[in-house]
């Protein structure tokens, strides 16, 4: 028995981080995920990019289990994605969201926001919890805000504050799901930064955006889906000046000319 215990310890080692495997999911007749097999490996950044509608969110949210699937599997870090309760809550503190609304809570202060995650899952001692905030708020640029209300703040200075509070729970991986396309033009920059300096850092991302100049320069592989599928995955060099798929070069065509 002992030997069998040791091998299924020893399984998270490996650098696949987040794997789908042959995932299925459907709204009603909708089949938004079809099959879809990804495989994201340790310090990767991988961006997701297609039309509206074409299953990306969906995809981004499976992850963390704020969907469920029809059939397949998703695993993070060597195990499968718990149901719910505690262990679920565990998942998502592993897994780091960033939304394209803030969901910050109104009532607390940035602070606040950032050092609840910390206390109540994490069980961090409340004075190690305001130390990391403070940091963690400082190293997005919005450290001087700590004591403002969300609503007292910009939205990108609030989405700055969404990346440093999922980042307090130490996550294994973060995901952004469209996080500048509820922002003026000139506050997206000051999120996509922050988040090259994460990819910079390491950080596992995966990015589901429209903001192409990041997926050139930040990612190691863009995934493109259109219609529920995977179409076609590359290096952002091959999939910007040569995608394989007419659906890729259909897409590329039209935003790339605005």
Not at 111 to 137: F, H, I
Not at 140 to 154: F, I
């Amino acid at each position: 028995m002992t030997e069998v215990s040791v091998t299924k310890d020893a399984a998270p080692a490996t650098d696949d981080l987040v794997v789908l495997g042959g995932v299925n999911k459907h709204f009603g007749a909708l089949h938004v995920l079809q099959d879809i097999d990804l495989t994201i490996t340790r310090g990767e950044v991988v961006v997701v990019i297609g039309p509206s509608g074409s299953g990306k969110s969906t995809l981004c949210r499976t992850i963390n289990r704020l969907e469920t699937i029809d059939s397949g599997s998703i695993t993070v870090d060597g195990k499968p994605l718990p149901q719910e309760g505690r262990e679920l809550a565990r998942l998502r503190a592993d897994v780091g969201m960033v939304f394209q609304s803030f969901n910050l809570f109104a009532h607390k202060t940035v602070l606040q926001n950032v050092m609840l995650g910390q206390v109540k899952v994490r069980k961090t001692d409340k004075k190690a919890a305001e130390d990391r905030s403070r940091q963690l708020l400082d190293r997005v640029g919005v450290g001087v805000q700590a004591d403002k209300y969300p609503a007292q703040l910009s939205g990108g200075q609030q989405q700055r504050v969404a990346i440093a509070r999922a980042l307090a729970m130490d996550p294994k991986v973060m995901l952004f799901d469209e996080p500048t396309s509820a922002l003026d033009p000139e506050m997206i920059n000051e999120v996509l930064e922050v988040m090259q300096q994460l990819a910079r850092d390491g950080m596992t991302m995966i990015v589901v955006t429209h903001e192409m100049g990041f997926a050139r320069s930040a990612a190691n592989r863009v995934v493109f889906m259109a219609d529920g599928r995977i179409v076609e995955e590359a290096t952002p060099e091959q999939f910007f000046s040569n995608p394989r798929s007419d659906r890729a070069k259909d897409f590329l065509s039209k935003i790339l000319h605005h």
